[in-house]
């Protein structure tokens, strides 16, 4: 059964830190690409990052550059989202997915995306 679970969202100030992670199981995780993706309220999703295969390649979605960093441990099965500096404008739900079939190293579609987690939420208090 696969699963994603993300945790460590919560209630932060502004100009606050947060470090979102994601545990993965009932898959091949080296097989897969891993994401981050966010969604305010009434808002569409919007994609935060992404990471290879091998965790050697990342990217980050160009307006959150500088505040956001993506990395994964294999021997774990984890992904994680570092947060820096928050920003009301981040609050939203976060979702970690993964992804086996894409173009690239990375991907940054959601419709690329095969399994999905139920998100953790992070609320950015100003």
């Known amino acids: 059964q696969v699963e994603l679970a993300e945790s460590g969202g919560g209630l932060v100030q502004v100009g606050g830190s947060l470090r979102l992670s994601c545990a993965a199981s009932g898959f091949t995780f080296t097989d897969y690409g891993l994401g981050w993706f966010r969604q305010a309220p009434g808002k569409a999703r919007e994609y935060v990052a992404a990471i290879s295969r091998g965790g050697g390649i990342t990217h980050v979605a160009e307006s959150m550059r500088g505040r956001f960093t993506i990395s994964r441990v294999n021997t774990k099965r984890a992904v994680y989202l570092q947060i820096h500096n928050l920003k009301p404008e981040d609050t939203a739900v976060y979702y970690c997915?993964?992804?086996?079939?894409?173009?690239?190293?990375?991907?940054?579609?959601?419709?690329?995306?095969?399994?999905w987690g139920q998100g953790t939420q992070v609320t950015v208090s100003s």
């Open positions: 997915a993964a992804a086996r079939n894409y173009l690239g190293t990375y991907s940054d579609r959601a419709g690329e995306y095969d399994y």
